[in-house]
């Protein structure tokens, strides 16, 4: 499946701009394990990028100053001046390549001209970050064609910079860090107050990790993701306030939460509850998987997707029903929803020897339910970006 991305957008970009490329890069999608909105919250977060890719094809033109991009999926192009100061543009899958090269320009980086045709097999707006991996993608792009220097960590920061600043989304950095950081077979503990993180071997032998595409599309643009950010950041100020000598939002207790309770509105507490205590769950997520305690991993994505739910009432009617319904078949351990919320994928773990048969009765129910056709994905877990040669991957 990746070689025919690959030669999909290797003759997408030769049937664009008339000659071959130079470089093949692929920049994965992710899940997360466990650790849902904590990652703009101090928290931790346990995500791993996947085998589902944007593939860029790319050519480094010399002595031009134009970078052109064509979008195969969206059968569209657009191209800018390098040497100009860039600002937001209408179409707003641009937004995402411009904010990175925006970022990249501000930090004094030289680049040069480019072509670029682009295509994906991550869906988009299902909650597996297929604007993480657009921007980031990009990002490694211009450091590897123009050797700026730049560590993965810069990458990941200037994928997010972009989503605040051209896209409009205040998201966190987990998204960035899975798509840059991703090792095959491993999950990624990272503290979003540090950014230190530490690899975890994915210990689910017999298991497997599936998602249930809702197929309900969310843009958090306009989904209220923004808006729970708001409901945070007011209950923060109030906790910082009273609260001074802490340092990271994971450190205040549910005492000092409740101290708090009247002043920041039962909208902000409720927010702040399910943070903490999904903070939590992201410890002990960790260990199960690291001591192979599946069924103890399964409880914890249950109970995150009750308080996603509840507390954080990011789902919607459809995923309620494919988690409910999920949780209660056979072999299912635990389900939730995954990524950003209102909409978007359930992840849901799986013996292998189950997973057949929960597929066809959840897929019945879901077209019995809400008469929508869902879709299915067996993810692995792979590597993070990286240039593609053909037979071999380098860097
Ligand atoms: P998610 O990251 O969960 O997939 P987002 O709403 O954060 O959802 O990002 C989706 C947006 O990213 C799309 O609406 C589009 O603008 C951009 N995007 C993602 N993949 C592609 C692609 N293959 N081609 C063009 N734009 C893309
Ligand atoms: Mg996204």
Not at 53 to 60: D, L, M, T, W
Request: charged share 25%.
């Amino acid at each position: 499946m990746k070689e025919k991305l690959v030669n999909d957008t290797t003759e997408a970009f030769q049937a664009f701009f008339h000659s071959d490329p130079e470089n093949i890069f692929l920049a994965p999608g992710r899940i997360n394990i466990i650790g849902e909105h904590v990652d703009y919250s101090d928290g931790f977060v346990l995500p791993a990028a996947i085998d589902k890719y944007i593939c860029f094809a790319v050519k480094k033109v010399e002595d031009s100053e134009t970078c052109t991009f064509f979008a195969k999926d969206f059968d569209d192009s657009f191209s800018f001046n390098i040497n100009q100061k860039q600002n937001p543009v209408s179409q707003i899958w641009v937004n995402y390549l411009l904010g990175v090269f925006n970022a990249v320009q501000e930090s004094g980086k030289k680049t040069g001209g480019l072509q670029i045709a682009f295509s994906s097999t991550i869906p988009m707006g299902s909650g597996l970050s297929s604007s993480a991996a657009l921007e980031c993608g990009f990002a490694f792009i211009l450091n590897q064609i123009f050797d700026l220097n730049l560590s993965r960590k810069d990458l990941a920061l200037i994928g997010q910079k972009s989503e605040h600043t051209f896209v409009g989304v205040q998201c966190g950095i987990m998204d960035q860090f899975a798509s840059v950081f991703g090792k095959e077979h491993q999950v990624i503990m990272l503290d979003c107050h540090s950014l230190e993180h530490q690899y975890f071997e994915a210990n689910l032998e017999g298991y497997s990790l599936v998602l249930f595409d809702s197929c309900v599309k969310h843009t958090h643009l306009t989904s209220g993701y923004n808006n729970r950010r708001k409901d945070v950041d007011q209950g923060k100020r109030i906790l910082w306030e009273t609260f001074p000598e802490i340092e990271k939002f994971r450190d205040f207790s549910f005492s000092m939460l409740d101290a708090v309770r009247s002043e920041i509105g039962e909208t902000s507490y409720k927010r702040c509850r399910y943070l903490l205590k999904e903070i939590k769950r992201v410890e002990k997520a960790a260990k199960a998987l690291s001591e192979g305690d599946v069924e103890y991993l399964g409880k914890l994505l249950t109970e995150t997707h009750s308080g996603l739910s509840t507390e954080f009432e990011v789902s919607c009617g459809e995923l309620d029903f494919l988690v409910e319904k999920t949780v209660k078949e056979n072999g299912v351990l635990g389900a939730r929803i995954m990524g950003g919320g209102f909409g978007g994928c359930s992840i849901n773990l799986i013996k292998d020897e189950n997973v057949n048969e929960v597929i066809e009765k959840i897929s019945a129910a879901y077209k019995a339910g809400f008469g929508i056709e869902m879709k299915v994905y067996r993810v692995k877990i792979s590597d993070g970006i990286k240039e593609y040669k053909r037979n071999e991957f380098v860097i």
